[in-house]
T-cell receptor, first 114, second 108 residues
Framework: NAGVTQTPKFRVLKTGQSMTLLCAQD?????MYWYRQDPGMGLRLIHY???????AKGEVPDGYNVSRLKKQNFLLGLESAAPSQTSVYFC?????????????FGPGTRLTVT | GIQVEQSPPDLILQEGANSTLRCNFS?????LQWFHQNPWGQLINLFY???GTKQNGRLSATTVATERYSLLYISSSQTTDSGVYFC??????????FGTGTRLTIIP
């Protein structure tokens, strides 16, 4: 099993450009999450999904959109990138339905917006 | 929302030493997890422990939910234990709020 994978690993955008980050998991997990990590601030939840076709806002959702069209994939979109969105983005998944509450993380995507 | 405080923020130890990391939280929780972020950035889940005590090798964790704190113990530290340790909590199993972490450096 590959676990949780993220594409791309690195990206540089100019202000105003758009992009989509892809998260994929092969563990048949119901729940998926997108976090951002900034220096000294720990991880903050952007959006999450408790199942295919559902999404919900987290702590810092502004400027981001998400979609969960397939159970194994969770997409994070930036419609008009801003320098404040420079960060490391992590995807995670979990399977609470079977008592497996631990969140498993992908390797991260480092995004720089100039 | 729930506030999470971790202490100490930084810890430097000699290889072989023991350490205790603390996580305080401001409200009752049904979800508490400890993570290790290694120097390359990878986040590894160490424990799911909303209450009670668990052990895994040289690591153990205890959560006293009624007093709103959790402790992570690392015994006989190795250089591979270096990194940042995060505590994350939530009222349910949908969302987690992370603390700002404890940065642990193990010196050979």
């Amino acid at each position: 099993n590959a676990g949780v994978t993220q594409t791309p690993k690195f990206r540089v955008l100019k202000t105003g450009q758009s992009m989509t980050l892809l998260c994929a998991q092969d563990m048949n997990h119901e729940y998926m999450y997108w976090y951002r990590q900034d220096p000294g601030m720990g991880l903050r939840l952007i959006h999450y999904s408790v199942g295919e076709g559902t999404t919900a806002k987290g702590e810092v959702p502004d400027g981001y959109n998400v979609s969960r069209l397939k159970k194994q994939n969770f997409l994070l979109g930036l419609e008009s990138a801003a320098p404040s969105q420079t960060s490391v983005y992590f995807c995670a998944s979990s399977k609470p339905g079977q008592g497996l509450y631990e969140q498993y993380f992908g390797p991260g995507t480092r995004l720089t917006v100039t | 929302g729930i506030q999470v405080e971790q202490s100490p923020p930084d810890l430097i130890l000699q290889e072989g030493a023991n350490s205790t990391l603390r996580c305080n939280f401001s409200d009752s929780v049904n979800n508490l997890q400890w993570f290790h972020q290694n120097p390359w950035g990878q986040l590894i889940n160490l424990f799911y422990i909303p209450s009670g005590t668990k052990q895994n090798g040289r690591l153990s964790a205890t959560t006293v939910a009624t007093e709103r704190y959790s402790l992570l113990y690392i015994s006989s530290s190795q250089t591979t234990d270096s990194g940042v340790y995060f505590c994350a909590v939530g009222p349910d199993h949908e969302k987690l709020t992370f603390g700002t972490g404890t940065r642990l450096t193990i010196i050979p």
